[in-house]
Structures are given as structure tokens and as C-alpha cells.
């Protein structure tokens, strides 16, 4: 038996290369695993990396966009002043054909009212003498809640809108007229509804 190992040297030889050729490819293929586990692992970092980067942008965009959008709103916020101002101006171009130019200020303004209350009246046209001072009252509480951001005036400022669309839709001539069939219509509810109190 002795001699049969060593009569087959070359079989031996065969034997201990392609034991030393798989011990070589176990080993490329171990280092070829490693450095695909290492490009994988680095593509992950990078995923993360990429990931995390677009959740902060995410969140600072949402807060930047917030912050920005409530900076325009402070800026050029139109609240129901607003709309009330617009209403009492297109009321007073129908009316008294004066519309409000961009630069003058709510003073010059009412004095441009006045003087065309005064105007129309030598002319013979019905026109209450009480829109330029409800219009006074109603510019001041407007100033004080468009300019000075004051949300507690925001009521006075609609009684003072109230006060001018009154006085802007009366005639001085049906000013009593309106009195007296508002007299007459509240006495006529007064007879139509039963006293209700027990």
C-alpha cells in the first residue's frame, strides 16, 4: 500500500493544486462577497444619507413655506374691512360720482365729499349733509383696523358702514317719508302680533 502512495505522486500533486485552486477561489470568492457587501453597504449609506437629507429638506421647506405664506397674509392681509371699505367706495361713485384716487389720504378725501355734498346741493340734487361726517367716522374706524390692526374695532367699523350706506342710499326729501312708513309699519306689527308674555 505504502508503494501505491507513493507511485502516484503526480496524483497527489493533482489532488494538493486543486485543493490549493479552491482554497484560492473560496477565498476570491469570499473576498469578491466582501466587496460586493461593501458596495452594497455604501449604496445603502449613500440611500440613507439621501433619505434623511430629503426628509430635513421636507420639513424646513413646510416651515419656510408657512412662515412665508403668513408673512404675505400679515403683509397684504383684506380682511372684512375690506370688503367694507369696497362696498361704502362703490357706493359713493354711484351715488355722488367721487371715487377715491390712490393717493390721497382718507382727510383729503372726505373734504373732496364734502365739497361736492356742498356742490350738489346749490344744484338743487337731493343729498344728505350727514355722508361726509358719516364717512369721517367711517375712514377713522377703518384706519384704525386696516393700519393699526386693531380686531377690536372691527364692530364700530361695521355700525360706521351701517351709518354711511344709510346716510349715502337716503334722500334728504324721503328721509321723513322713511321715518313715517317706519313708524306706520311698526305700529301695524305691533296690532298683527299678540303680546307673548306670560
Not at 62 to 71: D, E, G, S, T, V
Not at 81 to 106: D, F, I, M, N, Q
Amino acid at each position: 500500500m505504502r508503494l501505491l502512495r507513493d507511485s502516484c505522486p503526480l496524483k497527489n500533486a493533482r489532488i494538493a493544486t486543486h485543493s490549493t485552486r479552491s482554497k484560492k477561489q473560496l477565498g476570491a470568492d469570499k473576498e469578491e462577497d466582501a466587496d460586493k457587501l461593501k458596495h452594497l453597504l455604501d449604496y445603502l449609506v449613500y440611500a440613507l444619507a439621501a433619505l434623511v437629507t430629503l426628509a430635513v429638506a421636507a420639513f424646513v421647506g413646510r416651515a419656510l413655506y408657512k412662515a412665508i405664506k403668513r408673512y404675505i397674509a400679515n403683509r397684504t392681509g383684506r380682511g372684512p374691512e375690506w370688503g367694507l371699505y369696497r362696498k361704502a367706495c362703490k357706493r359713493l361713485k354711484k351715488r355722488l360720482k367721487v371715487k377715491r384716487e390712490p393717493h390721497e389720504t382718507s382727510e383729503q378725501f372726505v373734504n373732496r365729499v364734502r365739497s361736492t355734498v356742498a356742490e350738489q346741493q346749490a344744484q338743487g340734487k337731493n343729498v344728505s349733509d350727514g355722508i361726509p361726517v358719516a364717512l369721517d367716522a367711517f375712514m377713522k374706524s377703518y384706519n384704525l383696523v386696516y393700519f393699526g390692526r386693531r380686531e377690536d374695532e372691527l364692530e364700530n367699523l361695521k355700525y360706521h358702514a351701517d351709518q354711511l350706506n344709510k346716510q349715502i342710499g337716503t334722500d334728504t326729501k324721503t328721509e321723513a317719508m322713511a321715518a313715517a312708513s317706519g313708524a306706520a309699519s311698526s305700529q301695524a306689527e305691533g296690532a298683527v302680533r299678540p303680546n307673548r308674555r306670560r
